[in-house]
């Protein structure tokens, strides 16, 4: 069903003509009062402009605050109406006419007391209160801080956790950056550890005069060869010259340490390749090796 707008007010109709009617005259009557053409007219024109706009805020129920105090606009309609009172009061004063310095204040006078009247008419009845609706704005400025200030909590917990984030970041580049190095050097240990063996000398196996007996060397057929006392050959090659032709234990011990990480199994390995070496000295010399390798930045 649809509900018919209810209709104005009778009073609504006066309270518009006294208005007029008191527009008319205080600006007429300030602008001789000024006596001053232009100048006077936007006097008068400035006094109506603001007691219309104090009429609209009284209908609307708005509020002025001066120093955090609510100032109600009802009492500050009635002061610009008595400003304009005592304008027209002095413009019939001076003009010599009893009429005009008791009728120009009454319009001006009337036409605001019906206003008081006619505003109240205008009104919704089921609108709310001037407090009510501060208490209605109240909470709806608790409710946008609250987001707001919701909001700013999130965006630094946000950055807060990117700074975290990107120190992680930073840290986890560092350690493999680490690792690449080690890395690398592990492979160029190796490589040269290869290359190490590509170059050492062949160790010459001694032969001894039981391995000459059982092997003689062979000769070709056909030619008759004439076998000399083992007394009279040549002195076989003797361990000394294969001592001479190893590599040192400093040397084992140098390049164990390179490869293995383990002093234990660098012993175990240089022991094996001399078994006349002396297993204190040994480990000693594979002490003295890790001490330097790890000088120059080797196994931690």
């Not at 006349?276 to 002490?287: G, I, K, N, T």
Request: hydrophobic share 45%; aromatic share 4%; proline share 6%.
């Amino acid at each position: 069903m649809r509900i018919s707008k209810p209709s104005a007010p009778p009073i609504l109709y006066g309270a518009y003509a006294l208005a007029g009617l008191s527009l008319a005259w205080s600006g007429y009557a300030i602008t001789d009062l000024m006596n001053s053409g232009k100048f006077g007219l936007s006097v008068a024109l400035a006094g109506d402009i603001g007691w219309l706009t104090v009429l609209w805020a009284e209908h609307r129920g708005v509020k002025a605050r001066i120093r955090g105090k609510a100032i109600d606009p009802e009492i500050i309609g009635w002061v610009i109406a008595l400003g304009v009172a005592v304008l027209l009061f002095l413009h019939g004063r001076e003009g010599g006419s009893l009429g005009q310095t008791i009728a120009g204040p009454f319009v001006v006078l009337v036409g605001k007391a019906v206003w008081a009247f006619a505003l109240p008419a205008l009104r919704d009845p089921a609108a709310l209160h001037a407090e009510q609706e501060d208490e209605i704005h109240d909470v709806m400025r608790d409710s946008e801080y609250k987001a707001r200030l919701n909001g700013a909590q999130r965006d630094l917990a946000q950055q807060e956790a990117d700074a975290v984030i990107e120190r992680i970041q930073q840290e986890a580049r560092i350690t493999a950056a680490r690792d690449r190095a080690d890395f690398q050097i592990t492979l160029d240990r190796l490589e040269m550890r290869a290359e190490i063996e590509r170059r050492s000398p062949i160790a010459i196996a001694p032969i001894t005069a039981e391995q000459d007996r059982e092997h003689p060397p062979s000769t070709p057929e056909g030619l008759d060869v004439i076998q000399t006392p083992s007394r009279h050959r040549e002195p076989a090659v003797t361990s000394a010259i294969t001592d001479r032709e190893q590599p040192s234990i400093g040397d084992l011990a140098r390049e164990q340490v390179a490869i293995t990480p383990d002093n234990a199994i660098a012993i175990g390995t240089i022991c094996s390749l001399r078994p006349d070496a002396h297993r204190p000295s040994v480990a000693a010399a594979v002490r003295r090796a890790r001490q330097q390798l790890d000088s120059r930045g080797g196994y931690r």
